[in-house]
């Protein structure tokens, strides 16, 4: 299985459960590759992008892209300066079609926002997670 696919599987609204471990540390390794880069983010924003009835490939978007700012590529933080607009107006996310109106991704909206606004703290926890 491709690394596209592979991405598409973890951010899959097949399931409302949230992506192992195993599965985001083999995002994180694929952004470290020129071509497996390109593939994980391009289906990671089309995941971000998606309308409110597909909530759920919004809120797993959200979820790997914050695990990737952590521990995948620095690319990873490039890229998603270029889309810091799109992200920031997920913090103001409504869907009546998510059981708590959307509250979860706005929350994990918020995450992403905070690593991207502060490059100290980011850089101070991806040392962390590195050592």
């Known amino acids: 299985m491709g690394i596209k696919?592979?991405?598409?599987?973890?951010?899959?609204?097949?399931?409302?459960?949230?992506?192992p471990e195993g599965a985001l540390k083999k995002l994180a390794v694929g952004t470290k590759n020129f071509v497996?880069?390109?593939?994980?983010m391009t289906t990671i924003w089309k995941r971000i992008?998606?309308?409110?009835?597909?909530?759920?490939h919004v809120q797993k978007g959200l979820l790997v892209l914050e695990y990737l700012?952590?521990?995948?590529?620095?690319?990873?933080?490039t890229e998603s300066r270029v889309h810091q607009?799109?992200?920031s107006?997920?913090?103001d996310f409504r869907s009546t079609h998510a059981a708590d109106n959307g509250a979860l991704i706005r929350e994990r909206a918020y995450a992403v926002m905070k690593w991207l606004n502060d490059e100290e703290a980011l850089k101070a926890k991806r040392a962390e997670l590195a050592s």
């Open 49 to 56: 992008g998606s309308s409110g009835k597909d909530y759920i």
């Open 89 to 91: 107006t997920l913090t």
């Open 69 to 77: 700012l952590l521990h995948g590529s620095e690319q990873v933080l």
């Open 36 to 40: 497996q880069f390109q593939d994980v």
């Open 5 to 19: 696919t592979f991405t598409k599987n973890v951010t899959s609204a097949q399931t409302t459960v949230d992506p």
């Open 85 to 87: 607009p799109e992200i």
